[in-house]
């Protein structure tokens, strides 16, 4: 529940740390909501606390570069759109 609690909007970002031992068995892993899975990546499970900031820099700084208005219209979707979506799925 925690987790959701960093992102607050669309255009909202945050760094999570999982620093439960436990979560770098799958089984545990795979419990979480699969919103949060598609950014788990298996290259950062058990990193040391200088590996864990090398990470955080690199998505900080990219993060921090700025968003041409057209892109980010293209990036979000609008109500409409996601009702389409949900009915294609069906």
Known sequence: QCIGRVIRS??????????????ARNDKRSKLPGWVLQFL??????????AALGVLRTFLRQMAQPVDDADLKQMLLDHRTVVSLVKGRQ
């Open 41 to 50: 990546q298996s290259a950062h499970l058990n990193l040391s606390t200088d």
């Open 10 to 23: 669309k255009i909202d970002y945050g760094i999570v740390i999982l620093a439960d031992a436990r979560f």
